[in-house]
């Protein structure tokens, strides 16, 4: 193996630019071994947008959120074709493996490209969600919590100050564990999250104890992929309490900002193995961390398998919301 090419795909997060440094470096310290980055994604794939990058290329860059790369979501590549012309760029630059950082969407493709093309493959964890199966922590995700967390807390000063009920709506489309982190990190009263779909209504028993225990301002904390997201729960809050609620929606604001040294440690372990995974002749997995061990696990199985969420932690939560 001679070439080893490097991408980010899907939402950005938070230390995907620590694991392209660490791929980039991991290669230069192997005489022989160069490094080819892709530009957008699996666009920038289709499109032959590669730059080679040398150690100095990636210098400073350990810090930074984003992705110096850039990244996309691409329907093209999607296809048959599209995928078919992404290889052919592949083989003309002579690249015999190939490095993925995202979440579960850009792990199908990958998946894709190996088995049609015969590409070694290997993918690295990135997506503040924490949804993929086969490591404890994804890329981005400790960073990710700690924004949301720092959010709560300010939150909770203004909702102390006006007697009111704060509704937070965390990042994760079908994984509560965003959720689930900030709200016992933040001591949130209650968590709506994806994998436990209790009826809107239950938000008002959660109110009606607060209250009784003297509580005159209350936090609660929602995953934007639980049912009807914070807006149900404010509306429900309202229309049979008439108790003022706020909901405050943190979005993309989790996505951003300088990685958290969780997670500029983990995808530099990451970013390093699987340089050493490709030239050992693995293919066609995802690398994790678990229990501070690297695991390699089926790209089938990190995006197809649902990862549970925290039992230990969801109990605690509730036990504490007192």
């Known amino acids: 193996m001679q070439k080893i090419a490097v991408l980010t795909s899907g939402g950005d997060a938070p ?21 080819v ?11 032959g947008d590669f730059v080679t990058l040398g150690a100095r290329d990636v210098a400073n860059v350990l810090q930074r959120g984003g992705t110096m790369l850039r990244t996309a979501r691409s329907k093209a590549f999607m296809t048959t074709e599209g995928r078919a012309q992404a290889a052919q760029h592949l083989r003309d630059q002579g690249i015999d493996g190939l490095v993925v950082i995202g979440g579960d969407g850009s792990f199908r493709g990958a998946e894709c490209l190996a088995q049609e093309h015969g590409l070694a493959v290997v993918g690295l964890p990135g997506t503040i969600d924490n949804d993929l199966y086969g490591t404890d922590y ?10 949301a967390v720092e959010a709560l807390d300010k939150l909770r000063d203004t909702g102390a100050s006006h007697e009111r009920t704060f509704i ?14 900030v709200a016992l990190a933040g ?21 009606e104890q607060a209250h009784a225990r003297g509580k005159t301002s209350i936090i609660i904390v929602v995953a934007e992929g639980y049912p009807g997201g914070g807006a ?17 929606v943190l ?13 500029r440690i983990l995808a530099s372990r990451l970013g390093a193995a699987a340089v050493e995974a490709l030239l050992g002749g693995q293919r ?39």
């Open 15 to 35: 230390g995907m630019n620590a694991a392209v440094r660490a791929v980039v470096r991991a290669c230069a310290a192997h005489a022989g071994i160069a490094a």
């Open 37 to 47: 980055g892709v530009r957008r994604g699996y666009e920038g794939l289709m499109a």
């Open 187 to 207: 001591g949130a009263e209650d968590v709506f999250i994806p994998e436990d779909p209790r009826p809107a209504s239950a938000v008002l028993e959660v109110i």
């Open 284 to 322: 066609n997995i995802m690398l994790g961390m678990c229990h501070q061990q690297i695991k390699a696990t089926p790209l089938y199985e990190a995006y197809s398998q649902r990862k549970a969420i925290n039992q230990a932690n969801y109990d605690c939560l509730r036990t504490l919301g007192v």
């Open 251 to 263: 979005g993309h604001i989790q996505r951003g900002g300088r990685p958290a040294v969780g997670d």
């Open 232 to 248: 149900q729960l404010q509306q429900t809050i309202e229309a049979h309490t008439g108790h003022q609620t706020r909901l405050a």
């Open 138 to 147: 994804s890329i981005g995700y400790l960073t990710a919590i700690e924004t």
């Open 168 to 181: 937070i709506e965390v990042m994760g489309r079908r994984a509560g564990h965003i959720a689930l982190d």
